[in-house]
């Protein structure tokens, strides 16, 4: 973990921060989080050896036709390890994270990198964690067909507009429904069972598209989704305000997702707050899994005490390590947890969904095998998150696992800033 720390500085330092209404954007919101960046992979390999699966990435041809282009116009992309075996006909898609763009100057510059348009995409991404293809780091789903869905439109692919001026296009909705399209025509159509999982801004995305992937399949087809770091919360930040709402008000209005947005939320709530998971999960019809942590890092850093929310640096220590947070710091995080399980009371009595709330200081715990599941993985009830999501994907066991507060977790991979 100190080497992972080490890298993470590192890639931090590499690339920079961008501040855009009062919330933090590395170039990558989560680049250190998701395994998504090339100088990760470096350190990856270093702390798991060599032998990391590569897979390529393959350009949707069809998109074009489709208009279902990146922010800059050109074709999205996925990243797909056939299944074999007794997976051969098991789906997986994984939807890429990385923050959003809530202003025309943010889109134009996202545009310009791997979150914004496909020129800028590595061209082999490392599997690991949930998308690995080793029995012994990812017992339930290795030998599945495996896709990462790369993230290039800025509103967790949900948008349907543009901007002629900036020339940029808003079109994350119709790179979900192209992807969908091009992988059913490649065999996903005659799936048995299949899992629509996604990593922070990909695990927002989740949940807004649980019940479409469900309607692409059969009623006989085993169809659940997984929603990783995806429980953004609309909290009062340590200022006052609101500074995730105002993010998220300026996504839904810039990229026209009004009309994406689950209409049942819709017809009750403004279109800002059913961007909202804590507004729309509880009617998922879909088997729904939320893996997150109480003291998730990114919302601690960009929508509890962001820079804006915080200009005398009094909160800049705990944000970066939470073994500097002082007693009051600790307790409105404490408040923060507290929301978070407010937030999912009706959403837990349903007998088809899962849980499991760690009480760590992190951000993505499916895609990084140290996490997912490793000799030391972080446990609920003895149970890393790997065989909690398999043992509810399978209905071998009911899993709701809520953690008690920090700091009794003593299994946790706390995320450390340099």
Same mark, same amino acid.
């Given at each position: ?13 590499? #690339? ?9 954007? %590395? ?6 989080? %998701?395994e998504? !960046?090339?100088? &990760?992979y ?8 060599? =032998? ?9 041809k ?15 992309? &996925? ?23 809530? *202003? ?6 996202r ?7 496909s020129? &800028? ?10 998308l ?10 290795f ?10 439109d800025?509103?967790?692919? %949900? ?9 940029? @296009? #808003? ?11 091009d992988?059913? !025509?490649?065999?996903?159509r005659?799936?048995? @069972? ?5 990593? !922070? ?13 469900r309607?692409?399949f ?41 009309? =994406?947005?689950p209409?049942?939320?819709? =017809?009750?709530?403004?279109p ?7 507004? $729309? $999960? ?6 729904? #899994?939320?893996?997150n942590t ?11 005490a962001?820079? !804006? ?5 009094y909160?800049?220590?705990? *944000? ?15 408040? #923060?947890? =507290?929301e978070?399980?407010?937030? $999912? ?14 009480s ?10 140290? %996490? ?30 809520i ?10 991979h ?5």
């Open positions: 973990m100190k080497l992972f720390g080490f890298w993470a500085a590192a890639v931090l330092c590499l #690339f920079g921060a961008w501040e855009v209404n009062g919330i933090l954007e %590395t170039i990558e919101e989560e680049l250190f989080y %998701t998504a !960046s090339a100088s &990760y470096n350190a990856s390999k270093a702390v798991y050896g060599n =032998n990391a699966l590569l897979v390529g990435l393959t350009l949707i069809s998109a074009a036709a489709k208009g279902a282009v990146c922010l800059d116009g050109t074709l999205p992309g &996925y990243h797909w390890h056939r299944g074999y075996g007794s997976g051969a006909n098991s789906w997986l898609i994984q939807l890429e994270g990385g923050g959003w763009c809530n *202003t025309v100057r943010a889109c134009v510059y545009k310009k990198t791997r979150r914004g348009s020129n &800028y995409m590595e061209k082999l991404l490392a599997f690991t964690g949930i690995s293809n080793k029995p012994e780091e990812n017992p339930d789903f030998n599945w067909n495996r896709i990462k869905l790369r993230y290039c800025g509103a967790s692919f %949900t948008g349907d507009s543009e901007h002629k001026a900036a020339e940029l @296009q #808003f079109r994350g909705q119709r790179i979900w429904s192209a992807a969908m399209e992988l059913m !025509s490649s065999g996903m005659y799936a048995n @069972q299949a899992l629509l999982s996604g990593c !922070s801004a990909g695990g927002l995305a989740s949940i807004l598209h649980c019940d479409e992937f309607d692409l059969p009623k006989t087809t085993r169809v659940k989704c997984l929603s990783d770091a995806g429980l953004f919360l609309d909290v009062v930040d340590v200022s006052g305000g609101r500074t995730l709402r105002n993010v998220y008000s300026g996504v839904v209005g810039l990229q026209g997702l009004q009309n =994406n947005l209409r049942i939320c819709i =017809n009750h709530l403004d800002t707050s059913c961007f909202f998971p804590q507004n $729309i $999960i509880g009617n998922v019809k879909a088997p729904l #899994f939320i893996l109480a003291y998730d890092s990114w919302q601690i850093q960009s929508s509890l962001p820079p !804006s929310a915080d200009p005398h640096g909160w800049r220590n705990c *944000t970066k390590d939470h073994s500097k947070c002082s007693a009051s710091q600790l307790q409105f995080l404490q408040g #923060f947890r =507290n978070m399980l407010n937030a $999912i009371k009706g959403f837990s009595n349903s007998r088809q969904n899962g849980l499991f709330i760690n760590c200081f992190a951000h993505c715990q499916s895609e990084r095998q140290d %996490t997912w599941f490793a000799d030391n993985s972080p446990v609920l009830g003895n149970k890393p998150i790997a065989l909690a999501v398999g043992d509810w994907y399978f209905d071998r066991a009911g899993e709701k696992a953690d008690c507060p920090y700091p009794c977790d003593n299994s946790c706390n995320l450390v800033f340099r």
